[in-house]
């Protein structure tokens, strides 16, 4: 694995003796680049977990972070380490070497727990002793009275956990795998900054292991309300599919960049569950996405220019 962590608080379950150490049952890992003003409100959720505190740690990495600010105190079960190597999941992968525990489990700065969220993932490991991968569901959220065109973009379009472990791989805004499997395939691929869910989850199917869907293991993530926020993650998510892996596959994502978003539309447009003004309105920030990636993938082939990373 790649990253180089320097802890930068106790590592804590310890009272100073060698001999008497309480493990924790999981270790939660969370990237953070920049963002920790989102830190707090995501540790309060931690803090109300039904699973009690002694039982899991939780493990901050920050990524290089510019404007590096955490919080003043910190819970007793919480660390801050940093890995200098960019993209997170390099900095996932030195979280997963500095955990105490055997099961680890992923989740991303803005994600909000539902109180009930790792109580529900360690019982349905404990009902499958041979170590699959477990995927929790994510469902978007926002505060807002009217939300505008890029929050019900992201509404409709959501992160559909259930539906990307039926395709075999899952997001790792909320993804419980064990740590010897982590090891063994030799963590995530580092060189991603985006897609290294999907990469792990496959190398980890074409190992034996299951991936399974946990319902009710619940993350809640707030739409974005921007444009430039919905376009940086396009541009992230361009980057890793051209980018990285076997030349076969980045032809295959060429390609699909050049075609309309067919799927898409057709996913958006039979959204039941959504007003018909959102599922028109999501049809058109797609499109205009669609403009955006066919740029990003002429910036990339043309200038060999630099992949985005937040």
Not at 68 to 96: D, F, K, M, Q, W
Not at 235 to 257: D, P, V
């Amino acid at each position: 694995m790649t990253g180089s962590p320097s802890t930068h608080t106790r590592k804590p379950h310890s009272n100073g003796s060698a001999e008497d150490v309480s493990w924790p049952t999981c270790s939660v890992i969370v990237p953070v680049y920049n963002h920790w003003e989102l830190v707090p409100e995501l540790l309060e959720c931690l803090q109300g977990q039904t699973l009690p505190q002694e039982e899991f740690e939780v493990i901050l990495m920050d990524n290089g972070s510019t404007n590096y600010a955490p919080p003043e105190s910190l819970p007793s079960n919480v660390r801050i380490l940093h890995c200098e190597t960019p993209g997170s999941y390099a900095a996932r992968n030195a979280g997963v070497a500095q955990a105490a525990s055997n099961w680890v489990v992923f989740t991303d700065a803005d994600c909000r727990p539902s109180s009930y969220w790792l109580a529900a993932m360690l019982n349905r490991s404990r009902q499958d002793p041979q170590g699959s991968l477990l995927a929790g569901g994510v469902e978007m959220y926002t505060d807002s009275a009217r939300p505008n065109a890029y929050e019900i973009y992201d509404l409709v379009r959501g992160i559909p956990q259930e539906h990307y472990v039926r395709r075999g791989y899952a997001a790792t805004a909320n993804l419980l795998v064990p740590k010897s499997m982590v090891n063994e395939l030799g963590g995530f691929n580092a060189t991603r900054y985006s897609g290294g869910d999907v990469d792990l989850c496959n190398r980890a199917r074409a190992r034996g292991y299951a991936l399974q869907y946990a319902p009710d293991a619940v993350v809640y993530h707030p739409a974005r309300r921007s444009w430039e926020d919905l376009a940086t993650k396009a541009r992230r998510i361009k980057g890793g599919q051209l980018g990285c892996g076997a030349l076969r596959t980045r032809l295959y994502w060429a390609i699909r960049t050049v075609l309309p978003p067919l799927p898409l539309y057709y996913r958006f447009a039979t959204s039941t569950g959504n007003p018909v003004r959102f599922r028109f309105v999501a049809v058109v920030i797609q499109t205009r996405l669609w403009g955006l990636e066919l740029v990003e993938m002429g910036r990339l082939f043309l200038t060999a220019g630099v992949r985005e990373r937040r």
